[in-house]
């Protein structure tokens, strides 16, 4: 069992709290205000993502360009620079591992808030058109199999349990789903 409970599964799981939390939020201000503020939802997240991930690219650009050690980083970080700049962490690795090979989760997560919301919240008004979308998407996600797709698919299904527990009955029917007698098959 141990390598299904290395880093990778908390990576996992990040990603599936990420879209349940998200939609969640999303579901509670279109109930309370009747819409959802795309300014205001965007605004959030550009600063809580963008301003901390630029200052790591520029600090280690900067490291790479002035530290010994580093120093052979520096070619292949500055061929890497525009897909970082760009918000393509996970294209920006293809030919092997750099420091931050790890900046994939980034790209997902900006991809995710730019295209999920607006698609779920302006495109599709009903619950049950936004549940079936989201697992209609995930369910290709799943059979692209790709590492980038599974990423993809984990954040819509934490996007279809909010919208599952978001519903009047939604917590009934997983409380039923997670009794005991029920898990054990």
């Given at each position: 069992l141990f390598g299904y409970l290395q880093g990778w599964a908390a990576v996992w799981i990040f990603l599936v709290m990420s879209g349940y939390l998200v939609t969640m939020l999303l579901v509670r201000e279109e109930r309370r205000d009747g819409?959802?503020?795309f300014g205001r939802f965007?605004?959030?997240?550009?600063f809580r993502i963008v301003p901390g991930y630029w200052a790591a690219v520029l600090i280690y650009g900067l490291a790479c360009w002035a530290?010994?050690?580093?120093?052979?980083?520096?070619?292949?970080?500055?061929?890497?620079?525009?897909?970082?700049?760009?918000?393509?962490?996970?294209?920006?690795?293809?030919d092997?591992?750099?420091?931050?090979?790890?900046?994939?989760?980034?790209?997902?997560?900006?991809?995710?808030?730019?295209?999920?919301?607006?698609?779920l919240f302006v495109v599709l008004r009903n619950p049950n058109g936004r549940l079936a979308a989201?697992?209609?998407?995930a369910a290709l996600f799943a059979a692209h199999g790709a590492f980038l797709s599974a990423?993809?698919?984990?954040?819509?299904?934490?996007?279809?349990?909010a919208l599952i527990l978001e519903r009047p009955h939604g917590?009934?029917?997983?409380?039923?789903?997670?009794?005991?007698?029920?898990?054990?098959?």
């Amino acid at each position: 069992l141990f390598g299904y409970l290395q880093g990778w599964a908390a990576v996992w799981i990040f990603l599936v709290m990420s879209g349940y939390l998200v939609t969640m939020l999303l579901v509670r201000e279109e109930r309370r205000d009747g819409r959802v503020d795309f300014g205001r939802f965007f605004a959030k997240r550009f600063f809580r993502i963008v301003p901390g991930y630029w200052a790591a690219v520029l600090i280690y650009g900067l490291a790479c360009w002035a530290l010994p050690p580093l120093e052979a980083d520096y070619p292949g970080f500055m061929a890497r620079l525009p897909a970082y700049l760009a918000f393509m962490p996970e294209y920006a690795d293809t030919d092997g591992y750099s420091i931050f090979t790890h900046a994939w989760t980034v790209g997902v997560e900006l991809k995710f808030y730019l295209l999920i919301p607006p698609i779920l919240f302006v495109v599709l008004r009903n619950p049950n058109g936004r549940l079936a979308a989201a697992a209609i998407a995930a369910a290709l996600f799943a059979a692209h199999g790709a590492f980038l797709s599974a990423a993809y698919c984990a954040v819509l299904c934490g996007v279809m349990l909010a919208l599952i527990l978001e519903r009047p009955h939604g917590y009934v029917v997983i409380a039923k789903l997670t009794r005991v007698p029920a898990m054990v098959p």
